[in-house]
């Protein structure tokens, strides 16, 4: 399966999406990577998910990646007499480490790291933002607060700090415990939760070493004013526009969201925009016209992909909602503007480096040349990475002798990655190029194809080749 669109699509797996049949179905319907959400399921659900979607990569022939969302640290409140209570805004509210059953007055909160990070003024926020408290005083386990924002609390609601770095790592316990178990069944991705510092994805990478590619969520906004050196660190990067818009005022979001992509698009790292993408379809069969403007809108940044939440993993069309997302992505793509405003959002220095001289040069010669396609050949992915960051018109073929490097090229902007062995000298490299294109369709006889490789082959890092061949 070849598909004419560039950008990706990640369908995160639930109860409505889990079964064997409704995973081929999504992939067929255009899902490029599948999420599993590690704030829900037990493990045995998802070691039937990652295997329901390595037997539709089977069947539909087409290498598909799996992505491991960490849950994070989860912040909140503890439990209420009576479950819930009420809160008057300009009335005094105390918080209390470990303290008794909640009330209108006082509620208790287990986490010291919270009482460690406070300072008079500091402004806490109560399930998603709805409440609002002010700090008045506060010392170790204790703090009394005015509330700003009233309404009704209940047991275990969330909290937040906006502005404040809490001194804390973004991975908890049950994070390491599920992250060893996610590598273990062989995930392509991680997504870590949390990020507020380059210090936390460079701990993830320790642990993982390797074994799977890293992912920064970027969900809190102390993590934008370290994004440069926490990109450094990634492989990818995840606008978490959900968790963001808890802490950013909603007008921010927006402008936080073109930073980010615009900041991975410059380093070539593959970068998702999350949440509320087709949020009506849920439970409605199409999308409102504000819903298909925002997909579209991401599709004209250069977004590298979009993610479905709710919708495909618990709602009531999942396949619905991953098709209409490929139906408006491959409408966009057609519009003979999408190039230049996509490249707007592209600056055009280049990287240092001989891998992205070629990149650029290849992209060069496949427009001057009117080529039909881009391939190359990786090993570890670097090409087809860096090809992907030129947003060359023309489709990319990647081919890699390994299916894990195909898998995490899944998710990269208008990379085709398939698994073929290393030719073995350069005319083998050019007759296995064309045999691919013209097998796939996407090259003909008096087409030509632009080769990008490294001598010798095989060697990771070593692309130091650029050809121009005729089909």
């Known amino acids: 399966m070849i598909r004419a669109r560039r950008a990706r699509i990640v369908a995160t797996l639930g109860p409505a999406s889990r079964s064997p049949e409704m995973v081929r179905a999504l992939a067929e319907a255009g899902a490029d990577v599948f999420r599993m959400n590690f704030s829900h399921g037990a493990p045995e659900d998802h070691r039937a998910a990652i295997e329901a979607v390595r037997a539709a990569e089977a069947a539909i022939d087409r290498p598909l990646a799996v992505l491991a969302d960490l849950q994070g ?163 990818g990067v995840m606008v978490a526009r959900g968790d963001l818009g808890v802490e950013l005022p909603p007008e921010d979001v927006p402008v936080a969201q073109k930073q980010i992509i615009r900041a991975a698009k410059l380093r070539g790292a593959p970068v998702i925009v999350a949440t509320q993408m087709l949020d009506s379809m849920v439970h409605a069969p199409t999308p409102t016209r504000a819903e298909a403007s925002d997909v579209a809108n991401t599709v004209y940044e250069g977004a590298d992909a979009m993610m479905l939440s709710a919708e495909s993993a618990s709602g009531d069309f999942p396949v619905e909602s991953v098709a209409i997302m490929d139906r408006i992505i ?89 698994v073929a062995a290393d030719p073995a000298n350069v005319e083998e490299m050019v007759d296995e190029a064309i045999e691919e294109t013209k097998k796939l369709g996407i090259a003909k006889p008096g087409d030509a194809i632009v080769i990008v490789a490294g001598v010798p082959f095989g060697r990771a890092g070593s692309t130091n080749m650029l050809r121009i061949a005729h089909v």
């Open 73 to 235: 640290p989860k912040l909140r409140l503890g439990q209420f007499e009576n479950g819930k209570a009420e809160l008057t805004a300009g009335n005094r509210f105390r918080l209390e480490l470990n303290g008794p059953l909640g009330t209108a007055d006082q509620a208790p909160m287990s986490h010291p790291e919270i009482f460690a990070a406070l300072k008079p003024g500091t402004t806490i926020l109560i399930d998603d933002g709805k409440l609002r408290l002010r700090v008045e005083q506060c010392g170790p386990g204790f703090a009394e607060t005015i509330v700003v924002q009233g309404g009704t609390v209940s047991d275990r609601k969330g909290v937040n700090l906006p502005g404040v770095i809490l001194p804390l790592s973004a991975l908890t316990d049950k994070d390491r415990s599920d992250l060893a178990f996610a590598l273990d069944i062989g995930v392509d991705w991680v997504a870590l939760s949390f990020v507020q510092k380059p210090e936390d994805m460079a701990e993830l990478r320790m642990i993982v070493g390797g074994r799977a590619a890293c992912l920064a969520k970027i969900e809190k906004p102390q993590a934008l004013d370290r994004l440069d050196e926490i990109l450094d660190l990634c492989d």
């Open 330 to 418: 491959s409408r966009v793509e057609l519009d003979p503007r999408w190039p230049q405003l996509m490249a707007a959002e592209h600056a055009d220095e280049s990287m240092p480096g001989d891998l992205s001289a070629i990149a650029h040069a290849a992209t060069k010669a496949a427009e001057a040349s009117k080529a039909a396609c881009l391939v190359a050949f990786t090993a570890g992915g670097a090409t087809g990475r860096r090809l992907s960051r030129e947003r060359p018109l023309q489709q990319i073929l990647v081919l890699t002798p390994s299916i894990q490097t195909a898998r995490k090229l899944a998710l990269a902007w208008g990379v085709e990655p398939r």
